[in-house]
């Protein structure tokens, strides 16, 4: 069993930054994957970005270029991503994923609201 606990989420501008963190209960190193997914209500989760064992980063068409999925070199149990250039259309609630031994665990999910 992986625990997995965002934060970071909050009200920001368009335009604006923000940091998510997502803590596990295990070394990120010991997963299969770890990604972040959103999702807004009525809509399927999104995933946005992750990190597949052995491979680079992955980022889906809307995140690409303003967002960054990274392990603390510090902390081997978080996961971040910097979000940038923050649009509107990025408002959701934002979701940590963990894959090990083909069994997937998520977060509870941060709040993540960008308006004007």
């Known amino acids: 069993q992986v625990q997995l606990v965002e934060s970071g989420g909050g009200l920001v501008q368009p335009g604006g930054s923000l940091r998510l963190s997502c803590v596990a209960s295990?070394?990120?190193?010991?997963?299969?994957?770890i990604a972040w997914y959103r999702q807004v209500p009525g809509k399927e989760r999104e995933n946005i970005a992750d990190?597949?064992?052995?491979?680079?980063?992955?980022y889906s068409d809307s995140t690409k270029g303003r967002f960054t999925i990274y392990v603390d070199s510090a902390k081997s149990d978080t996961v971040y991503l910097q979000m940038n250039s923050l649009k509107p259309e990025d408002t959701a609630v934002y979701y940590c994923?963990?894959?090990?031994?083909?069994?997937?665990?998520w977060g509870r999910g941060t709040q993540v609201t960008v308006t004007s």
């Open positions: 994923k963990a894959v090990q031994y083909g069994s997937n665990y």
């Open positions: 990190i597949i064992s052995g491979n680079g980063p992955w």
């Open positions: 295990i070394p990120i190193s010991s997963m299969n994957a």
